[in-house]
């Protein structure tokens, strides 16, 4: 399943797993606030509800579904990478991957970015690919992360929008501050 690997690809994959964790998207929230509440409420709402979906999902209806490990075991052509922790149930839908994705298409659409949004969807596949790589999913557990992450942001984000830019505008708390 993960039988290309190296020393280097188990570095970069360690890591850049850790885009996918809802401490990271926490930050980016924490961090539009200084610029802009509206989208720190937004992202925080896309946040929590794509990872009700995915959790939800991934404890309720396939709360069965087990992990690579769970289903290899110690089984030597699976791959385990020093450092990270080995799960052996819950592993449909990929939550890093849900997180990666709903990020990725709300940083898009709250900056417009028409060209350089591939190089967030890049990211965002890579954390999915990560994810498969480190043994902690499988490829389905990845694709459907990844539709929960894009399909959440697009409601939420549309259903959000224009109520929060009435409510708030630009301000943030820089903006305040000058005050």
Known sequence: MNSRFSSMADFFFRGI?????GLFFALITLVLAIYR????LMGLVI?????LVAQGLKN????????????????SRLHLVEGVAVYVKNSFPSGHTTTAFALAVFLVLAFGLKRSGWLLALAAMLVGYSRVYLAQHFPVD??????IGVITCLVMYSW?????RSRFGDKGLMENSKK
């Open 160 to 164: 959000l929008d224009q109520p929060l």
């Open 60 to 75: 309720t209806l396939f709360s069965g579904f087990k992990r690579p490990y769970g289903v290899f075991g110690d089984d």
């Open 17 to 21: 797993t850790g885009l996918g964790d």
């Open 37 to 40: 509440y509206r989208l720190a």
């Open 47 to 51: 946040f929590l509800s794509s990872s």
């Open 142 to 147: 990845v694709y459907f992360g990844s539709l």
